[in-house]
């Protein structure tokens, strides 16, 4: 585990280190810039035409629009958040505090703001390269919009376009083995275990029923599994939101010193690690960014997959989804397990001088803070965590299949070997948590570490392509907003 934890720091350090930081976040602002501001000044334009539009009569209802072949614009974005709105919220924020301290849950917000930005132009992307098939159904993504945006500049970029649409699939239908699979279902069979408790392991009969019920979801593929995430999404969202906001009420006289010490931390120049000052704010910003990106996984370049699945026909109204994805996600969901784990850990005595000094890491650590602020608090979260897990290994499971799919131009024969091995896999990951090495504290940071090598090593083919095709979301949005289509 020692060699692995140095190889993984080593690359961790390229692709987290202060120049992916910078093309991170650089993007985000670039983009922001382009679009004026789109997650701000037209945010009310955005609430107005996503999920308001659920609630319209008639034709109004564009956020349940279905052409019969391709998943309604409402159930692509449950796809993709079920992805995002996953162990990252619980987890990796507690993780990030733990490593970063308070001034982590900060960075999230600043990450999660341009964020929304750069969601906005991956979705709109997406939408715009996405290829039809025979039978009327779309997929695309950023391997395509990479190919086929870059490539369409002209000869001299087709070689380049195609080797970086080929490392982002690569990495892509790599990480969702992981990131998107085996260490979910680790997850959920850890918790089933913490509820049950008795001593006695369920891991077995978890990983046998949660491999009978993700095949019998992505068997069906894009429309199945959209069907069932906008069903099981907007439960589990609203479940951990009402109990996390129970909570924050509870202790509501708390909040505005919890929200000051979150920010002073951010901009803190203590020294700790290497002893230089102003190291604190470092650590903050890489642990908060990288979290951030994990859990709404703007500029990994994974969602717009499941965007590009969607009937809607134009691409600003598609991205719109984008912004709204990361703003329940990040600023909502993010800012609760946040909140929650600062409020308990500051009550504990636990941080001094702006560093954890507790031992619980990860989904053990939210569990710890909710249950320390309200009684069986501590259950609400693994239940939360199985939920948010489940949906992950879900999204996960067509990413990973688009991936693969690009990579072996859409061979059946693959796709069918994929769902069986990614069936396999939860099953495998679900029995393997038993292990004592999952509960070990020093394996789980290092798990979540080899996430944020991933994700960084997936992102930098897609925020590449981003910057360069920006020109064409940055025209489309302007024919939208000023003639109402980018068509």
Not at 87 to 107: E, H, K, R, T
Not at 427 to 454: C, K, M, Q
């Amino acid at each position: 585990m020692e060699l692995i934890a140095k190889i993984n720091d080593f690359i961790n350090g390229l692709v987290w280190g202060p120049p992916a930081l910078i093309l991170i976040v650089g993007t985000g602002i670039f983009i922001t810039f382009g679009v004026k501001f789109i997650q701000v000044g037209k945010f009310s334009h955005m609430w107005k035409n996503t999920i308001m539009t659920m609630f319209k009569k008639g034709k109004d209802r564009t956020a349940l629009e279905s052409d019969g072949k391709n998943v309604t614009p409402f159930q692509a974005v449950c796809t993709a958040l079920a992805s995002t709105v996953g162990v990252g919220n619980v987890a990796g924020v507690a993780g990030a505090i733990a490593a970063g301290g308070p001034g982590a849950v900060f960075w999230m917000w600043v990450s999660a703001f341009f964020g929304m930005a750069t969601k906005y132009s991956e979705i709109v992307l997406a939408v715009k390269y996405r290829q039809t098939e025979k039978d009327g159904t779309y997929h695309g993504g950023p391997m395509y919009y990479i190919e086929q945006g870059i490539g369409g500049k002209g000869k001299e970029w087709k070689g380049f376009a195609k080797v970086l649409a080929i490392v982002f699939a690569i990495f892509g239908g790599l990480a969702c083995f992981g990131i998107g699979n085996a260490t979910q279902a680790g997850e959920i069979s850890v918790a089933i275990n913490n509820l049950t408790g008795h001593g006695f392991d369920s891991s077995l009969i978890t990983g046998i029923v949660l491999a009978l019920l993700v095949g019998a979801v992505i068997i069906g593929g894009i429309k199945r599994i959209g069907l069932v995430t906008s069903y099981l999404v907007p439960f589990m969202s609203l479940f951990y939101i009402i109990c996390g906001v129970i909570i924050i009420a509870i202790n509501i006289t708390s909040v505005p010193a919890a929200l000051g010490y979150i920010v002073q931390q951010a901009f803190s120049f203590r020294a700790v690690g290497s002893g230089i000052f102003g190291y604190a704010i470092l650590v903050a910003m890489r642990r908060g960014i990288a979290r951030g990106v994990f859990s709404n996984e703007a500029g990994l370049g994974s969602a717009p997959i499941a965007h590009a699945a969607s009937s809607t026909k134009d691409p600003v109204k598609q991205g719109l989804w984008g912004i709204f994805e990361v703003f329940i996600d990040t600023i909502i969901i993010c800012t609760i397990t946040g909140l929650v784990v600062v409020l308990s850990l500051r009550a504990s005595g636990q941080f001094i001088n702006g560093s954890y000094v507790g031992t619980l890491t990860g989904g053990a650590l939210t569990a710890s803070a909710f249950g320390a602020v309200f009684p069986g608090g501590g259950n609400i979260v693994r239940i939360a965590l199985m939920l948010f897990a489940l949906s992950t290994i879900l999204g996960w499971s067509y990413y990973g299949e688009r991936c693969w799919g690009y990579l072996t131009n859409n061979n059946k024969k693959v796709n069918l070997a994929f769902r069986i091995i990614f069936v396999a896999l939860a099953f495998v990951g679900a029995v393997a948590s038993s292990s004592n090495i999952l509960h070990d504290t020093t394996a789980l940071a290092l798990a979540w570490d080899i996430a944020d090598t991933l994700n960084g090593l997936m992102a930098i083919p897609n925020l590449i392509g981003l910057i360069i095709l920006s020109g064409v979301t940055f025209a489309l949005t302007k024919k939208y907003f000023t003639t109402g289509s980018s068509l």
